[in-house]
């Protein structure tokens, strides 16, 4: 605490009373006159970080008396700003500390959330816009005013703001004219921008090329607000050099801060230019250009602020995202299936901040079936995707494209991905609708037949699904497709699914699901609906499953592999037990789902195993919904299936010490192993109803 207070003294003014009091109590951290209340059973990093953040409100909203209902960033902000220093400096560390204001400032820009930081504290539309912009961009107020006006001239102004405006409740206006006459800059276009506007920065190095004996290099303004530029040239010799190009609208230029740098000052960038152009001599040749090399500015996309372009590729490491570069990560993969053979190839992925510019790239060789191994059955199985935010469709959209070749079957496609609340992330209940255009063909035998063959022929398509979850209990989704077989066939579908989750028990979650569907007549047995399972599409949509699956017929015929899925009627889908399910056009489901997790501490092993105990109805059919719907209550072929069983869950995918390898593989994700036993199937043929059957379940979890 002395410490704490002797560090503010020093950089912000005289603390000016003979006591200060920290106390247990409150719900977290709050500030009071000469004391704060603080609640216990803390970390060492926490009680000192959230002591000193109160402690700082003694200078802002304590000694300047700043007004926290219409100017709250002048106080949290600067106190998160001050208390970020104060706490890295009492821990003696190094780094960039106020990367975390910066991470909330761009995720608050990212979900369209961002509100004026003028707005009055109480009149935020989300308590997110309102705490984000009060202590995450008022720090970044200052740290960038270090940018734009030099470190030691912003250190200045903190003294003089204190002497000045102590006790007198200042403004925003009067802290930027303290800051006006300590650097001797025009600052009240920086209060406008960053103050009363949500607008942003990005500043890109738009092209490099030599010219003669000079390097001509070409800036952009890809942003709405305007900013100084420091430039950082790295030479082929490691020798390096500033280029720093005035704002003309500041009327001057910031002090050095780098003395032992190089520094050249170029001629100012007019305000109202996209472009800006200049020159670096070539004789030492250039290897590295960065915009910011300090990282101070706030600019929502770093990776156009070097050249050349800034990408991090590491070899069987998790993929982390970072603000200032492109990461990507890589690995080898082998895998066996019985009819692909041997496929042997990599598998990368790649990601901005947030997910944004994510590419996935898989390839693989395949030998084909090793029985009758020929080189000219060698081959090439891919996955190629991009996803990135869609602007065009505003805030909380992203657009994808895909091309896959997976198991000799071949699919392409292209679509866009709408949240469609306004709060995006922070609403109760989010809603999705997302649409696509695809084209799908068998190329190659190269699959196990997943119950049936796959038929050949090319599809062509759209397909739209809306998706409404509470994120908690309700989910509801209909899928659309509309789409032609072999260009003369309808392969038309409309797919309702809803569930809801009951609790009535902490340890006990009950689900009640419903599915509904119906497709053309003529549609393709991959896209039809038994109700045991997934339809053959879906499946191979499903790569763990597929993957698994493929290794050999084996698994289905003996070991009773199927599909995980939250449909109690997965028995039916069982290998010679005369299952009366079929691939039909039309299907619909129900089933209760009851799961006890007996665990509840998630550091045991056990916490991630589940009981079961399940049952449901529903019938799949052929021809037209209706006209040819079956008769359920009869005995003869038409009759409703209904199952009663239980079961042994495991999520292995949740298990924190393989975190570090299932970021890695898909296999890992969301990868749980179910062990099943319907002991009621009713309608078999030849065989008993009331009989002990196992299913081994593989894939994600329910």
């Given at each position: ?186 600052l009240d276009w920086y209060r406008q921008y960053w103050i009363n506007s949500t607008k942003t920065i990005d500043y890109a190095i738009d092209y490099v090329k030599a010219v003669g004996d000079s390097v001509r290099v070409t800036l952009k303004n890809d942003g709405s607000m305007m900013m100084p530029l420091d430039i950082l040239v790295t030479y082929n010799d490691g020798s390096q050099e500033f280029y720093y190009v005035p ?79 492109y990461n990507a990560t890589w690995r080898p993969a082998v895998w066996y299936g019985q009819k692909s053979g041997i496929r042997l190839g990599a598998v990368a992925e790649g990601t901005y901040l947030f997910g944004n510019k994510h590419m996935n790239a898989n390839f693989f060789l395949t030998s084909g079936a090793l029985k009758s191994y020929n080189t000219q059955n060698l081959d090439v199985d891919y996955n190629l995707n ?208 009851n799961t006890w997790t007996p665990i509840q501490d998630r550091k045991n092993a056990l916490h991630y195993a589940s009981l079961e105990l399940f049952g449901g109805i529903g019938k799949s059919w052929n021809n037209r919904f209706f006209n040819n719907f079956p008769d359920l209550l009869s005995n003869g072929k038409g009759a409703l299936l209904a199952t009663i069983g239980g079961g042994v869950f495991y999520d292995i995918g ?49």
């Amino acid at each position: 605490m002395v410490k704490a207070i002797e560090y503010y003294d020093d950089h912000y003014g005289k603390y000016p009373y003979k006591q200060f009091s920290v106390i247990q109590g409150g719900d977290g951290g709050m500030e009071y006159p000469m004391c704060t209340l603080m609640t216990g059973w803390r970390s060492l990093g926490s009680l000192v970080g959230t002591m000193a953040h109160e402690l700082a409100h003694q200078w802002f909203y304590g000694m300047m008396g700043s007004n926290e209902t219409c100017y709250a960033w002048m106080d949290e902000g600067f106190a998160t700003y001050s208390s970020t220093y104060a706490t890295q400096h009492l821990f003696n560390k190094k780094g960039f500390a106020v990367g975390g204001s910066y991470y909330n400032y761009m995720f608050l820009h990212q979900q369209g959330l961002e509100e004026p930081m003028i707005t009055p504290a109480d009149h935020y539309q989300t308590n997110t816009a309102y705490e984000l912009a009060s202590y995450s961009k008022g720090s970044l107020f200052l740290e960038q005013l270090g940018y734009l006006i030099g470190q030691q001239n912003l250190d200045r102004i903190f003294k003089q703001y204190y002497a000045k405006w102590r006790y007198r409740h200042p403004s925003p206006n009067d802290f930027i004219r303290v800051s006006e006459k300590v650097s001797g800059l025009e600052l009240d276009w920086y209060r406008q921008y960053w103050i009363n506007s949500t607008k942003t920065i990005d500043y890109a190095i738009d092209y490099v090329k030599a010219v003669g004996d000079s390097v001509r290099v070409t800036l952009k303004n890809d942003g709405s607000m305007m900013m100084p530029l420091d430039i950082l040239v790295t030479y082929n010799d490691g020798s390096q050099e500033f280029y720093y190009v005035p704002l003309r609208i500041m009327l001057g230029s910031k002090p050095d801060e780098f003395p032992y740098i190089p520094r050249d000052i170029l001629p100012d960038w007019p305000w109202v230019n996209p472009t800006y152009t200049f020159t670096i001599p070539k004789y030492r040749g250039v290897r590295r250009i960065d915009i910011d090399p300090t990282m101070r500015m706030a600019d929502v996309n770093r990776m156009n602020n070097t050249w050349p372009f800034p990408l991090n590729v590491s070899f069987m490491k998790p993929l982390a995202p970072t603000w200032t570069q492109y990461n990507a990560t890589w690995r080898p993969a082998v895998w066996y299936g019985q009819k692909s053979g041997i496929r042997l190839g990599a598998v990368a992925e790649g990601t901005y901040l947030f997910g944004n510019k994510h590419m996935n790239a898989n390839f693989f060789l395949t030998s084909g079936a090793l029985k009758s191994y020929n080189t000219q059955n060698l081959d090439v199985d891919y996955n190629l995707n991009y996803e990135d935010v869609a602007p065009f469709l505003g805030y909380n959209a992203k657009w994808d494209v895909g091309l896959k070749r997976y198991y000799g079957i071949f699919q392409e496609q292209i679509g866009i991905r709408k949240e469609l609340d306004r709060y995006g992330v922070l609403s109760p209940a989010q809603q999705y609708l997302a649409i696509n255009l695809f084209h799908q063909a068998k190329t190659a035998d190269r699959m196990v037949n997943l119950y049936q063959p796959w038929q050949r022929g090319s599809t062509l398509g759209i397909r739209a699904v809306y998706t409404y979850s509470d994120n908690h209990d309700d989910h509801f989704s209909v899928a659309a497709q509309a789409a032609s077989f072999k260009g003369r066939y309808g392969a038309n579908s409309l797919q309702m699914n809803a569930s809801k989750i009951l609790h009535p028990d902490k340890k006990i979650n009950t689900v009640l699901s419903f599915n509904l569907f119906s497709g053309s007549r003529s549609l393709p047995i991959q896209f039809r609906q038994p109700v045991s399972r997934a339809s053959l599409d879906q499946l191979w949509h499903d790569p763990t499953f597929t993957a698994v699956y493929n290794i050999d017929s084996w698994l289905g015929e003996k070991a009773h592999l199927l599909p995980a899925s939250g449909n109690a009627l997965m028995g039916y889908g069982l290998q010679g037990i005369g299952s009366p399910d079929i691939s039909g056009n039309n299907a619909f489901s129900l089933s209760v789902w009851n799961t006890w997790t007996p665990i509840q501490d998630r550091k045991n092993a056990l916490h991630y195993a589940s009981l079961e105990l399940f049952g449901g109805i529903g019938k799949s059919w052929n021809n037209r919904f209706f006209n040819n719907f079956p008769d359920l209550l009869s005995n003869g072929k038409g009759a409703l299936l209904a199952t009663i069983g239980g079961g042994v869950f495991y999520d292995i995918g949740e298990i924190p010490k393989l975190e570090k390898w299932s970021a890695q593989s898909r296999l890992l994700q969301n990868l749980s192993i179910q062990l099943r036993m319907p002991v009621y199937l009713k309608g078999l043929q030849n065989h008993n109803d009331w009989e002990p059957r196992f299913v081994l379940g593989i894939s994600k979890g329910l």
